[in-house]
């Protein structure tokens, strides 16, 4: 029973690391090149993987607080993108009051949304009673 929880936990961590080390970028895997990094975790089980969580991901210290990773001095994030992502165009919205309004999180959020809502359900009311 215990044999076969540890074997699958080990597999399970081995596909992990092996998806980790595709789907990351070459430019920036650290040490050794894609190609290896694969083989290692895929060849060596287990062990493979703590290295290439070890010395081959590459460094998450530099992440910005979105999870993604942070604009680096020298690297320029092309035309209009900053940090964030796509900057949006055209003037902000505003609500009419002195600065710009923030955006709706969710459909029942939107004032909008719901005043449309409420004059369907009254028009179907209207309509059915």
């Known amino acids: 029973m215990w044999f076969g929880l540890v074997t699958l936990a080990l597999f399970a961590f081995t596909f992990y690391?092996?998806?980790d080390v595709v789907l990351t970028d070459e430019r920036e895997i650290r040490n050794l090149p894609k190609v290896v990094w694969a083989l290692l975790v895929a060849l060596v089980i287990g062990?493979?993987?703590?290295l290439w969580l070890y010395a081959g991901r590459p460094s998450r210290s530099g992440a910005s607080p979105g999870g993604g990773p942070a604009a680096s001095p020298g690297r320029d994030p092309g035309p209009g993108r900053g940090?964030?992502?796509p900057r949006p165009s055209g003037p902000a919205p505003t609500d009419g009051a002195s600065g710009p309004r923030s955006a709706p999180r969710g459909p029942d959020d939107d004032p909008e949304f719901l005043r449309r809502l409420d004059e369907r359900l009254r028009r179907r009311d209207d309509r059915d009673g």
Not at 47 to 50: N, Q, T, V, W
């Open 47 to 50: 062990l493979g993987g703590l």
């Open 83 to 85: 940090p964030r992502g």
């Open 17 to 19: 690391c092996l998806l």
